[in-house]
C-alpha cells in the first residue's frame, strides 16, 4: 500500500472510532449521522 491509501484508512478508521464514541455516549445515533456527512465531503474534496 502507498502513503496515500494508509493515511485514507487511519482516517476512516478514527472517523469510525469517534463516530461511535459520540453515539455511545450521547445516546444521539439520530444526529451522529453528520460525523459521516462531514466525512464524505472531506474524501469529496480530496479527490
Known sequence: ???K???NWVIAIIVAIVYLTVSIIFKSWAYSWLIWVAYA???FVVK
Open 41 to 43: 465531503i472531506y474524501r
Open 5 to 7: 491509501k494508509i493515511i
Open 1 to 3: 500500500m502507498d502513503k
